[in-house]
C-alpha cells in the first residue's frame, strides 16, 4: 500500500493487507527480445518468458493472430534475453 495516502490507508487497511504485493510475477520470468524476420524483413518483439522456446511460441501467437497463414519460406525466428542488469567494465 505504498501508493495509498497515509490518510487512508487505516481505511483500507482491512480490504488490502500490507503484506500482499500490488503486482505478482512469476519467480522464473524474463524478458527476452525476439527477431522475426519474413523474407529479411525483420520484426522484433519483447515478451516474458520463462525459456527462449517459451519466448519463440508467445512471439508467434502474438505475431501470427490466426486470421492469416503462418509463411514457411524465409522464415527466421531468434531469440536472445535481455541483459536488465548491465555488465560490469
Do not use: Q
Amino acid at each position: 500500500m505504498n501508493n495509498v495516502h497515509p490518510l487512508f490507508r487505516g481505511v483500507i487497511a482491512p480490504f488490502a493487507p500490507a503484506t500482499t504485493p500490488a503486482v505478482k510475477v512469476a519467480p522464473g520470468l524474463r524478458p527476452f527480445a525476439v527477431s522475426i524476420r519474413i523474407a529479411g524483413k525483420p520484426e522484433v518483439i519483447n515478451v516474458l518468458a520463462f525459456t527462449t522456446c517459451d519466448a519463440i511460441t508467445t512471439a508467434i501467437d502474438i505475431y501470427f493472430d490466426g486470421a492469416e497463414a503462418m509463411p514457411t519460406d524465409g522464415l527466421e525466428i531468434e531469440a536472445c534475453p535481455i541483459n536488465i542488469l548491465p555488465s560490469a567494465a
